[in-house]
């Protein structure tokens, strides 16, 4: 995974999804405006501003990095009152007390018919006629979008709008792959012709192989999956491992920053629910603050569907800098604390979003401080730190410090494999996680007295372009 963001103040974030590369714009912390006009919720930067970040007295004491660039405010609005971007994940108390999720689609969806008449292709004859029908009616029918606010499973475009139907290859044909997981799930591939995500997902039916292992372990292919127990994707893309995670009977949130992906993720979650309110797709990023931000998408490269990207970003993104290369969307940003407050209890957390993950640690302090996640993997990418642009190497080890000192113990997943010194002077060994209905996990575990010496070490060990994946857990286990 890649990703990239031009560098603001403390409470800039830009966020990620899975796929190579992602950037979010840069600004200021300000308060949130809005006009009249849906299309122009803005960010201000007052004189002086009372910051929204809800771990604003952690970040004050962080080095902070310099600004490329501002988000430029638009002074009509200036005198408009501030306004939430989006509400948190709808919640109400299931038997156990674990939270129940929003429904698919509000009830006040409109059925007018759209122009075009897409349908379902590919590997569909496993899934029930009345199911193909139910997501094909969902993809005709014509929903209400804007951009000034963002609900739960929203769509920011219909299926006939040109940004999605340039994700289409086949004219008015959606294509469908069964996929080679445990369990098996259906999902709706755009660009599965030149993307190189969908690409492999169409060819061999997974994707990041060595990731897919381990979230099968640690669900038990479904064993440790109830209606009540959450699940929550962080930089969901076009919705692959959500799909998983909802193919074995967890409680899935979704959450992806890419306005285009939400048609993509909810027909892949609409082809594999297993019960009523099993999934919430969030067209949000996570971040330290709540604002609106505006990104480049590409409208053609072997990446699509993950390449995103702003002014100010290095040479590494100079493919979005190209007129016509890109279109430009708006998108949002709020803190994990804020969205799953109502929230008790989850279960296990996929977070990959291409090298802005601390930033969204950064928003997440109280949950960490209560223990919310039970398990936590994450891309752990100090070269995708400072290469996208969103902070510098100091800050984000500040914030792994505060990982690590939240009462998580620390594994590493091998991708990519380890073989170096250092290991063996802080006590880095491998062995195998407890099974889970049957099958158990290969990891390096790093004591929990050498976790900062080890995260201090790793931004010095790797070359460019490689990452460490982090498997945090609250339980001691026997490993």
């Not at 990731?211 to 640690?218: C, D, G, K, N, V």
């Not at 193919?247 to 306005?259: D, K, M, N, P």
């Not at 979005?320 to 604390?337: A, M, P």
């Not at 995708?384 to 969103?390: M, T, V």
């Amino acid at each position: 995974m890649r990703g990239a963001i031009s560098p603001g103040l403390p409470a800039t974030m830009i966020y990620v999804a899975v796929g190579v590369v992602v950037i979010f714009g840069a600004y200021n912390a300000g308060q949130l405006m809005h006009s009249t006009n849906p299309d122009e919720l803005i960010v201000r930067v007052p004189a002086s501003t009372t910051a929204t970040d809800t771990s604003k007295d952690f970040e004050t004491s962080l080095p902070q990095p310099a600004a490329k660039q501002d988000f430029q405010a638009n002074p009509s609005n200036a005198n408009q009152a501030a306004r939430p971007l989006m509400s948190r994940p709808v919640v109400s108390s299931a038997p156990s007390g674990t939270p129940s999720v929003a429904p698919l689609i509000a009830s006040s969806t409109p059925s007018v018919p759209l122009g075009t008449s897409l349908v379902l292709f590919g590997d569909i004859t496993g899934v029930p006629k009345e199911r193909l029908a139910k997501v094909e009616q969902w993809m005709n029918t014509k929903h209400q979008t804007e951009f000034a606010t963002v609900v739960p499973n929203s769509l920011a475009y219909n299926w006939d709008h040109e940004f999605i139907q340039n994700m289409i290859p086949d004219r008015n044909k959606v294509m469908v792959k069964k996929t080679a997981t445990n369990p098996s799930f259906y999902c709706a591939l755009p660009g599965y012709k030149t993307d190189y995500i969908t690409k492999s997902i169409y060819r061999s039916g997974v994707w990041e192989k060595i990731e897919l292992t381990f979230y099968q372990y640690i669900l038990g292919s479904g064993s440790q999956c109830s209606q009540d127990t959450v699940i929550v994707d962080v930089g969901a893309n076009v919705g692959f491992f959500s799909g998983y995670f909802a193919s074995t009977g967890c409680r899935v949130y979704s959450i992806e920053l890419q306005a285009r992906m939400a048609n993509w993720n909810l027909a892949t979650l609409m082809l594999n629910e297993k019960f009523d309110g099993q999934f919430t797709h969030l067209r949000v990023g996570l971040s330290n603050e709540a604002a609106e931000i505006e990104v480049r998408s590409a409208t053609k490269a072997s990446w699509y569907v993950a390449e995103m990207s702003t002014d100010g970003a290095g040479k590494y993104y100079d493919a979005l800098s190209k007129e016509g290369s890109y279109v430009t969307e708006k998108s949002f940003i709020r803190t994990f604390d804020d969205m799953f407050v109502d929230v008790a209890e989850i279960y296990f957390m996929k977070m990959d979003i291409d090298g802005h993950e601390m930033k969204a640690f950064a928003g997440m302090k109280n949950t960490l401080a209560a223990k919310k996640v039970k398990h936590i993997q994450l891309e752990f990418d100090p070269f995708l730190w400072e290469e996208a642009g969103g902070h510098d190497v100091k800050y984000g080890l500040t914030i792994a410090h505060l990982i690590a000192t939240s009462g998580y113990h620390v594994y590493t997943i091998p991708d990519p494999p380890f073989n170096d010194p250092i290991d063996n002077t802080l006590g880095v060994h491998t062995c195998k996680l407890p099974q889970i209905n049957g099958v158990s996990y290969g990891v390096q575990r790093i004591p929990d007295e050498n976790v900062k010496a080890w995260i201090d070490a790793l931004p010095g060990r790797y070359p460019r372009k490689k990452s460490a994946n982090l498997y945090l857990t609250t339980e001691t286990l026997p490993c």
